[in-house]
């Protein structure tokens, strides 16, 4: 059973262009979670999701940035019109359970922006 | 909505001491806290959690203890050993807002 996937691991863009962050869930896992991390920091939570479902977004900002998990394929946050305050890890968790109990982490997207 | 708060940010203890990390938590309905564990560079992994029908679980050298009534829990690991150095994140919740995370302990563990 594979753990939970991300990628890219690292990401470089130039200020202004898009970044797109992939997440593949654990087998049997419908809830996806995603997290900003900055350095020396802890994990912010951003935005919670269920197949084709956004459930919670109240940490995410408000533009640029949007996520989902489709039917098929993995959940994507995409930010667009990147600027360098957005350096930083992203990492997905997913879990079995609607509540957030037992979120299992992906190894993480760090994204630079130059 | 939940607010966690943990202490201490930095520990440093002597290989073969133990170590406890507080964390508090102000939703009395978050009922599932689990503690997590990132070495530098890595994701965050799993180590112990709690559910809050129970005070105390343990497991090997770390055990994690809550008291509902006050709203706090502890992460206590006995005779540490160089690999436990890493950051420790503590969260609460469980209920329909998910999870929220401590801004984390970095544990160092000295030779």
């Known amino acids: 059973n594979a753990g939970v996937m991300q990628n890219p691991r690292h990401l470089v863009r130039r200020r202004g262009q898009e970044a797109r962050l992939r997440c593949s869930p654990m087998?049997?896992?419908?809830?996806v979670y995603w997290y900003r991390q900055l350095p020396e920091e802890g994990l912010k939570f951003m935005v919670y999701l269920q197949k084709e479902n956004i459930i919670d977004e109240s940490g995410m900002p408000k533009e640029r940035f949007s996520a989902e998990f489709p039917k098929e394929g993995p959940s994507i946050l995409r930010i667009q019109q990147v600027v360098r305050g957005d350096s930083a890890a992203y990492f997905c968790a997913s879990s079995p359970h609607p509540s957030g109990n037992e979120q299992f982490f992906g190894p993480g997207t760090r994204l630079t922006v130059l | 909505g939940e607010n966690v708060e943990q202490h201490p940010s930095t520990l440093s203890v002597q290989e073969g001491d133990s170590a406890v990390i507080k964390c508090t938590y102000s939703d009395s309905a978050s009922n599932y806290f689990p503690w997590y564990k990132q070495e530098l560079g890595k994701r965050p992994q799993l180590i112990i959690d709690?559910?809050?029908?129970?005070g105390e679980k343990k497991d090997q050298r770390i055990a994690v203890t809550l008291n509902k009534t006050a709203k706090h829990f502890s992460l206590h690991i006995t005779e540490t050993q160089p690999e436990d150095s890493a950051v420790y994140f503590c969260?609460?919740?469980?209920?329909?807002?998910?999870?929220?995370f401590g801004k984390g302990t970095h544990l160092i563990i000295q030779p």
């Open positions: 969260a609460g919740g469980g209920g329909a807002d998910g999870l929220t």
């Open positions: 087998k049997g896992h419908s809830h």
């Open positions: 709690i559910r809050s029908n129970v």
